[in-house]
């Protein structure tokens, strides 16, 4: 470790979460990342199965970058029945995606499907069920997890997606949900703009760190109003209301030491020059993150 005070930047626990630079390809986006200095990525499903599996492997190890997260699986609040079935089938193909990338990153690459759990289905109230669902899909994919040596992190969403995008609204219910299996095999997202809301999320980030299961970090900001589009409501650490310093300092006091994603949906952001992006995402982050954080990879 570095000890604090020192001064790295980018710094070196900084991810870019290839959402927060959308319209660049595979390519693009990691030479950029490279290019900036930023030392890990985090990659979607989406951009990587473009150039096919073994091509964006090949590429991720050529980069020198590390490899953070895989997003993203889920989606499993669907009835028994072919598109259920298909959605698990769809996940199973996520977690070999996963470990393949993990496999060609730099070294200090994490081996991390991020979850998001799906909405209610058409004309269903049953919010318990969809969230029991949920677990019942996650328990029929751990067995290929673990033998993958993937980690499985159920992503809370604000409680305005909870209809359409996840039924799963905060890190208690996530861990609520993880605690029937293997804290190495299902664990948690931790994003500020989801969960700085709660008043329990204190408290949870303290038992999520307790059970071992703060499995990744994303950081982005909240400010009103928000969009027409909610999902696109995000924006870059320092530009909102988030209080970075003491969700940063509670993960961190839960043992948090891995590298630290910045996801940001927003079309203006978007529309930038992603290599723009990605410069103003590290200094953003080193404003408002890096002062909170107690300790910096060895890499640094």
């Known amino acids: 470790m570095t000890a604090p005070g020192q001064a790295h930047w980018p710094d070196p626990r900084l991810s870019i979460n290839q959402a927060t630079i959308?319209?660049?390809?595979?390519?693009?986006?990691?030479?950029?990342?490279?290019?900036?200095?930023?030392?890990?990525?985090?990659?979607?499903?989406?951009?990587?199965?473009?150039?096919?599996?073994?091509?964006?492997?090949?590429?991720?190890?050529?980069?020198?970058?590390?490899?953070?997260?895989?997003?993203?699986?889920?989606?499993?609040t669907l009835p028994d029945g072919p598109a259920r079935r298909a959605a698990l089938d769809d996940n199973r193909r996520a977690i070999d995606?996963?470990?393949?990338?993990?496999?060609?990153?730099?070294?200090?690459?994490?081996?991390?499907?991020?979850?998001?759990?799906?909405?209610?289905?058409?004309?269903?109230?049953?919010?318990?069920?969809?969230?029991?669902?949920?677990?019942?899909?996650?328990?029929?994919?751990?067995?290929?997890?673990?033998?993958?040596?993937?980690?499985?992190?159920?992503?809370?969403?604000?409680?305005?997606?909870?209809?359409?995008?996840?039924?799963?609204?905060?890190?208690?219910?996530?861990?609520?949900?993880?605690?029937?299996?293997?804290?190495?095999?299902v664990g948690a997202t931790v994003d500020t703009f989801h969960v700085f809301w709660d008043p329990d999320v204190y408290r949870q980030i303290e038992r999520a760190g307790r059970e071992g299961r703060i499995a990744t970090y994303q950081v982005c900001d909240w400010k009103t109003p928000l969009p027409a589009d909610v999902l696109l409501g995000r924006h870059y650490p320092g530009d909102g209301v988030i209080d970075f310093a003491s969700l940063t300092r509670a993960v961190e006091a839960a043992g948090y030491t891995g590298d630290i994603e910045v996801e940001i949906f927003n079309a203006d952001i978007w529309s930038t020059d992603p290599a723009e992006v990605v410069r103003r995402t590290a200094e953003s982050f080193g404003a408002a993150v890096s002062p909170h954080l107690a300790a910096v990879l060895d890499s640094a």
């Open 22 to 76: 959308k319209y660049a390809d595979l390519a693009t986006a990691l030479r950029v990342t490279a290019d900036a200095g930023v030392q890990a990525i985090g990659l979607w499903r989406e951009p990587v199965n473009e150039v096919g599996l073994r091509t964006a492997a090949h590429m991720l190890s050529d980069s020198g970058l590390r490899f953070t997260t895989h997003c993203r699986g889920g989606f499993f």
């Open 97 to 185: 995606e996963t470990a393949a990338l993990a496999s060609a990153g730099a070294d200090g690459s994490t081996s991390i499907l991020v979850l998001v759990a799906g909405g209610l289905p058409d004309g269903s109230r049953d919010l318990i069920g969809a969230r029991e669902r949920v677990r019942d899909a996650i328990g029929d994919l751990v067995p290929d997890a673990a033998a993958a040596g993937v980690t499985l992190a159920i992503e809370p969403l604000h409680p305005m997606y909870v209809t359409d995008r996840a039924v799963v609204s905060t890190l208690g219910q996530a861990l609520d949900i993880a605690a029937d299996f293997d804290a190495a095999v």
